[in-house]
């Protein structure tokens, strides 16, 4: 008995030992975080290369490299290469002795070729432009991969020619595309994508496409290597019918081409099975409405008895890899908040094999990851948790169980104490559709205690919240809140008809889905119903910006990135041809009342919530103007509020640390003030 008392008291003061070592997630920890991605396992299953991505402190940017580690032995884990700059798109010979990738520096990107038995290194070319999708033949001769080609913006005017040393103003920029500019990039430069083949031992490239049209996306050599196959969309209307894509192939000696698929939508991600016999793509025929899920399609490697593989499954596949036997696909989707990777036979049958992928979006826990396959069947994936960024996985048909053969965030998140999260099913108001969501609790959760509440809304709206790391909702947890992350209507992993409920009805429903969820929150009384926040960027900011026009119930609110006014914000965007139709019916200019009954600037009139607008100066997808017009209003109205404007960041205002910091250490200070001032009333 009393060494049973000994080994207690012992065991007691490790634990006590354990958590005065641990302390909670704070700001700066954001720096430290890695995670990893594209994780490529060699042909014979005994190694991977994947993209190890971390942050410069100093540079306030993401930076990755390349990393190997064994399968068998996790020791032998180190940099694939001992080059400074950035490395990416690693992919192994057929056979496995080189490993073909692109690196990065001030002076452009290159292809490299690395030999697994010397270490030896190569530079294999000197490029105008950055390469993409680069693809081994199957007799690993040649390297495939596409890339810009410039091409000169249009003249409309003659200038005289200024007086020598005098200093002119910059030449205008015009243009006369539809597509001329993206969020995150800015103004996209004249010229179009082509593909190129390039001997792997080097040597000059060879362009294999021309014209006006964009020729980019993945590549799959026929086995023979006599042919590429690619999607691409060389309609004569090609900028205007934007949606659609065919499948080709392309002979590699006569650079003539054949069309393979003919139908309205896209039709992409070809694929052709190793034994040549047949062809795989991915894609859906264009019903021109909110949603629609991506299906796997077959036909023969000529392009004829066309069919549905995944027609039973109501999910969208994201990507599919063949099973070397030719006998079946390895497909990734999402389903029920989850990534998954399955396989799929020639009958449609699918298996469910790991439902944990993702981890590489750091920000908030959207749906991300990707996975390889070995000839063996050994999967490498990115393996995702709730509490940590990616890792890298192993599962193969002896083992289904993964194994994680890397722990990037060891040295860390081991002395952190982390917010543990939990699912929650609740049935709608609307319609009795069942419902799902997910509540994070403070890391030192006590459960007589009831805590302030953080609804947080996710972007899309055709995209869904998982059981992921985010580093946003960490911080939230840390400062003390119990943090509610739904998927209400129109959100990704439910099936089309899920998705598509929001079509020409957004927002709608889906705000009374998210406070069915909060009820349903604060029936488990665990969270103080009169210490109610809410928040949400880009399309969560829209619903947020719904809701306090809707109810007065929340103490206060951060909308960021909004859309405020559906008919302004149609016409300035980087992605304003996109939304006619798909969205609402006609341009706004043919339906005006539509687009403004949907529009939360409509509602602002009714806002007696205290809030917070917050937007990147540079982001072009919601731009700062529709920000603005929420702070202006409330300014008029005389409402509480304040306009937060972050230097320097784009739609993905998370995408540097330091702005992600700034967005969350201002939310909560928000409502903190409020939160204080409720605690001081009581």
Not at 367 to 375: C, N, P, Q, R, V
Not at 390 to 399: G, L, P, W
């Amino acid at each position: 008995m009393k060494r049973i008392s000994i080994l207690l008291s012992f065991l007691l003061a490790v634990t006590s030992l354990q958590a005065q070592l641990q302390k909670k997630f704070e700001p700066l920890d954001v720096f430290e975080l890695e995670y990893a991605g594209d994780p490529q396992i060699s042909p014979d299953g005994t190694h991977v290369i994947y993209r190890r991505t971390g942050f410069d402190i100093m540079k306030d940017r993401a930076v990755g490299d390349l990393w190997i580690v064994s399968v068998n032995d996790q020791k032998i884990h180190h940099k694939l290469t001992a080059l400074e700059g950035s490395e990416r798109s690693a992919r192994w010979s057929p056979s496995g002795d080189r490993v073909a990738f692109v690196r990065s520096t001030e002076e452009g990107s290159e292809i490299y070729l690395y030999w697994m038995e010397s270490g030896a290194l190569a530079k294999l070319t000197q490029l105008e432009g950055s390469p993409s999708s680069l693809t081994w033949s199957p007799d690993g001769s040649q390297l495939a991969f596409s890339m810009k080609v410039k091409a000169k913006p249009p003249v409309l005017a003659k200038m005289p020619s200024k007086p020598k040393g005098a200093k002119w103003a910059d030449s205008p920029r015009i243009t006369d595309r539809l597509k001329h500019e993206a969020d995150g990039a800015g103004y996209i430069t004249p010229g179009f994508y082509h593909l190129f083949t390039i001997p792997s031992e080097g040597g000059s490239p060879r362009q294999l496409t021309e014209g006006e049209r964009n020729y980019r996306g993945s590549l799959s050599w026929s086995p023979d290597g006599q042919r590429i196959y690619l999607s691409t969309n060389l309609n004569e209307d090609w900028e205007y019918d934007f949606r659609n894509s065919e499948v080709y192939a392309i002979n590699t000696n006569t650079l003539l081409y054949e069309q393979l698929t003919d139908r309205p939508g896209p039709d992409a991600s070809p694929i052709i099975s190793p034994d040549g016999k047949h062809l795989a793509y991915i894609g859906f025929e264009d019903k021109v409405q909110a949603y629609q899920t991506r299906k796997l399609h077959l036909m023969d490697a000529r392009g004829n008895n066309q069919r549905v593989l995944s027609g039973g499954l109501d999910r969208s596949i994201s990507d599919a890899q063949w099973a070397s036997d030719s006998k079946g696909l390895y497909i990734q989707y999402n389903d029920i908040g989850k990534t998954k990777i399955g396989y799929i036979d020639l009958n449609g049958k699918v298996t469910d094999l790991v439902d944990n992928v993702g981890g590489t979006t750091l920000g908030r826990p959207y749906a991300s990851g990707s996975f390889s396959l070995s000839k063996n069947g050994t999967i490498a994936y990115t393996l995702s948790t709730t509490d940590r960024p990616a890792d890298v996985a192993i599962v193969s048909k002896r083992n289904m169980n993964p194994t994680l053969i890397t722990n990037l965030n060891r040295d860390l998140l081991d002395y952190r104490l982390m917010a543990k999260v939990d699912e929650i099913r609740y049935t709608s108001s609307v319609d009795g559709r069942e419902l799902q969501g997910w509540i994070m609790y403070p890391p030192d959760f006590n459960k007589r205690k009831k805590y302030p509440l953080i609804v947080e809304n996710h972007g899309g709206p055709i995209l869904n919240y998982g059981p992921h790391f985010s580093a946003e909702m960490q911080l939230y947890a840390a400062a003390g809140y119990m943090v509610f992350y739904p998927n209400p209507r129109g959100s990704t992993s439910y099936g089309e008809e899920f998705g598509n409920l929001l079509y020409n009805n957004y927002p709608g429903e889906d705000y009374n889905d998210v406070i069915d969820g909060v009820e349903a929150v604060i029936a488990r009384k665990k969270t103080d119903p009169d210490r109610l926040y809410v928040t949400g960027g880009s399309a969560g900011g829209i619903m947020t910006a719904w809701i306090i026009g809707k109810t007065n119930r929340f103490k206060a609110a951060v909308v960021a990135k909004p859309v405020m006014n559906w008919i302004s914000k149609t016409l300035v965007a980087d992605n304003y041809y996109g939304y006619a139709n798909s969205r609402y019916p006609g341009q706004p200019w043919e339906n005006f009342e539509t687009y403004w009954k949907f529009s939360p600037i409509s509602l602002v009139g009714n806002v007696e919530t205290p809030t917070m607008v917050m937007v990147g100066m540079n982001d072009l997808r919601t731009p700062p103007s529709e920000a603005k017009q929420l702070y202006h209003a409330l300014k008029l109205r005389k409402i509480e509020t304040v306009l937060v404007e972050i230097p320097e960041a784009s739609h993905g205002i998370a995408s540097r640390p330091s702005n992600l910091i700034t967005k969350v250490a201002h939310t909560i200070a928000w409502f903190d003030k409020f939160d204080k001032e409720d605690s001081e009333e009581k």
